[in-house]
């Protein structure tokens, strides 16, 4: 693909620094522009433009296309601006689709939450068959970066992603679909249909749906078709399946689900029984999601991929019969914690850190449903493990489970898991090195 104008990425992250490599390998000497919302825009051989100069710059018609960065919304009002001036908008994904998805075998996988999981665990499952796969998206490479490496490429999907990916894949699967990411999608029903378009076209691909997915009416109507559906595991399969999970390292009932999810997928694509147990043997905890650490005799977890109340309640739900800290609460996403605030105590928690922007009302919520649990309200992390070093007495187990992004205090979940562990280092290792 050749642009013949001059181009705009937008945003400064990961996707945008493998999207400059690639035109710079493609077109060396196509000028590019770059512009953030916030914070800075390093991205080699581009010129800046601010944001409040596109509108102009359109009018204009200073370049040709937009790449757009995942996260940044498509519902942004400069877009629609830019598509009625004949500029394209396109994405690192979708320029990896006209670039190199002819001769390859796609197997693309979306969800609320286990996505990451389940394409982690698909990788391994086929390279432990000897089938030459490559793992891309927001775990393993950037789009862009995977090029053609590969004959199957896995791609773990945002709803960001799936909103407007122009190339269908051989497989698509759907882990779960929760509430989420309302800001960035404008309304509920615009995020599932989003998130939903993945299996949602036409094209007759297979699907395979994740158990939380099963039950759920939207997804069987995005579905269209029963026939699509991938055939389920044999009893044999299953218990095989289970059997290599419950002794792996993947923690609760929810990654079981995700294993299972993921050797269905991989008996399709052509793996053997016996690279799924190996894949599930090899797999490690991704960073940050139940990532289990201890200092002075008492666990913490950092879950802090934790970005919806359903993750907060698979997390707790993974260590039973234990006394639980939990610090829950973080950027506002109008998520509903009644729900959660109910199975507290039933989890074992019994000592609650509240974060804002949506601590409170999760404080609140428990405070009316389990009054027994001790609430601690802090102004942030730091003052939260403080807070909880003085209670450490009421529980064995810290989870760093949110329930909600970290943006309102941290630049990513990376970010903030990273800060919990520091902290938990700093003030609960007994013996520190």
């Known amino acids: 693909m050749?642009?013949?104008?001059?181009?705009?990425?937008?945003?400064?992250?990961?996707?945008?620094l493998s999207t400059r490599a690639f035109l710079k390998q493609q077109q060396p000497d196509l000028p590019v522009f770059v512009t953030v919302d916030s914070g800075t825009a390093d991205i080699p051989d581009t010129a800046f433009m601010a944001p409040e100069d596109i509108?102009?710059?359109?009018?204009?018609?200073?370049?040709?296309?937009?790449?757009?960065?995942?996260g940044v919304s498509r519902y942004k009002p400069i877009f629609d601006i830019a598509r009625s001036a004949g500029i394209a908008v396109t994405s690192n994904l979708n320029l990896w689709g006209h670039t190199y998805r002819y001769g390859r075998t796609v197997i693309a996988i979306t969800g609320t939450k286990g996505k990451s999981t389940t394409a982690t665990l698909l990788h391994l499952m086929l390279t432990r068959s000897l089938i030459d796969?490559?793992?891309?998206?927001?775990?393993?490479?950037?789009p862009l970066d995977i090029a053609d490496k590969h004959a199957v490429v896995i791609f773990e999907l945002s709803s960001y992603q799936t909103a407007d990916m122009n190339f269908l894949p051989d497989i698509a699967a759907v882990t779960n679909l929760y509430p989420e990411h309302i800001d960035w999608h404008g309304t509920l029903e615009r995020y599932y249909a989003d998130k939903l378009r993945l299996i949602d076209r036409d094209g007759g691909f297979p699907v395979a749906l994740g158990a939380g997915a099963r039950s759920n009416a939207l997804v069987a109507k995005a579905t269209r078709d029963h026939r699509r559906l991938l055939r389920d595991l044999t009893p044999q399969e299953h218990a095989t399946v289970e059997a290599a999970t419950a002794h792996s390292r993947l923690k609760g009932a929810h990654n079981l689900d995700n294993a299972l999810l993921a050797a269905q997928i991989a008996l399709a694509a052509g793996a053997t029984l016996d690279g799924i147990v190996q894949g599930i043997k090899a797999f490690k905890p991704l960073p940050h999601r139940l990532e289990e650490h201890t200092f002075g005799g008492m666990t913490f977890v950092d879950d802090s991929i934790a970005t919806t109340p359903q993750a907060t309640k698979a997390a707790l739900a993974s260590y039973p019969g234990q006394r639980l800290a939990l610090i829950a609460g973080g950027h506002e996403r109008e998520q509903d914690y009644a729900e959660l605030a109910g199975l507290l105590a039933g989890y074992g928690v019994t000592t609650l850190a509240c974060l804002p922007v949506t601590g409170p009302r999760l404080a609140k919520a428990t405070q009316d449903l389990a009054p027994a649990i001790t609430i601690l309200n802090a102004p942030d992390l730091e003052a939260a493990m403080y807070a909880l070093h003085a209670h450490k007495d009421q529980f064995d187990t810290v989870i760093l489970s949110p329930g909600a992004p970290s943006y309102n205090q941290f630049k990513d979940f990376e970010e903030r898991g990273r800060r919990f562990i520091e902290l938990a280092r700093t003030l609960f290792d007994q013996n520190p090195t």
Not at 2 to 16: D, H, N, S
Not at 55 to 70: N, T
């Open 2 to 16: 050749l642009f013949e104008e001059p181009v705009l990425i937008y945003g400064a992250g990961r996707e945008a």
């Open 55 to 70: 509108k102009d710059a359109i009018r204009v018609h200073r370049f040709g296309d937009i790449i757009k960065s995942p």
């Open 133 to 142: 796969a490559g793992l891309a998206g927001n775990v393993g490479l950037a």
